[in-house]
C-alpha cells in the first residue's frame, strides 16, 4: 500500500498563492506507483483532475489552473507539490493527491488517495 498525507491548504484571498504538499510513504516493499496527480473536489460539483505528472516527468493541467499551477515532484523526499498561484474563489475546493500505476508509461487509475486538504479563496 502507498500512504498519502496532504498538508498546507488553508484559506487565502483572490490573487494570493498556496503550496500543497503530498507526502508519500510505502507500507510494503512491494507497493510502488508511477503517475502522481492533484484532484479537487468542490461542494456540490464531482471531483476533477488538476495537475498529474507521470513517471517521466511529463506533466498535464486542467485548462482551468494552466499558468498558475505548477505540479513537482521529490522523488527523493516522495514528496509532491502543487504550487497554486493567482489563486480565485472558484478554486476553493477539497484537494487531494494521488497516485497510479503505469503500463507501457501511460498510466493507469489512481488507487492511492490521500485525506484532502482544504483549501478556500476569498474574493
Known amino acids: 500500500q502507498v500512504q498519502l498525507v496532504e498538508s498546507g491548504g488553508g484559506s487565502v484571498q483572490a490573487g494570493g498563492s498556496l503550496r500543497l504538499s503530498c507526502a508519500a510513504s510505502?507500507?510494503?516493499?512491494?507497493?510502488?506507483?508511477?503517475?502522481v496527480g492533484w484532484f479537487r473536489q468542490a461542494p456540490g460539483k464531482e471531483r476533477e483532475g488538476v495537475a498529474a505528472?507521470?513517471?517521466?516527468?511529463?506533466?498535464t493541467y486542467a485548462d482551468s489552473v494552466k499558468g498558475r499551477f505548477l505540479v513537482s515532484q521529490d522523488n527523493g523526499k516522495n514528496t509532491l507539490t502543487l504550487q497554486m498561484n493567482s489563486l480565485k474563489p472558484e478554486d476553493t475546493a477539497m484537494y487531494y493527491c494521488?497516485?497510479?500505476?503505469?503500463?507501457?508509461?501511460?498510466?493507469?487509475?489512481?488507487?492511492?488517495w490521500g485525506q484532502g486538504t482544504q483549501v478556500t479563496v476569498s474574493s
Open positions: 494521488a497516485a497510479a500505476r503505469a503500463d507501457n508509461s501511460n498510466c493507469l487509475d489512481f488507487t492511492y
Open positions: 510505502r507500507s510494503t516493499s512491494s507497493a510502488r506507483y508511477d503517475c
Open positions: 505528472m507521470d513517471s517521466y516527468g511529463r506533466t
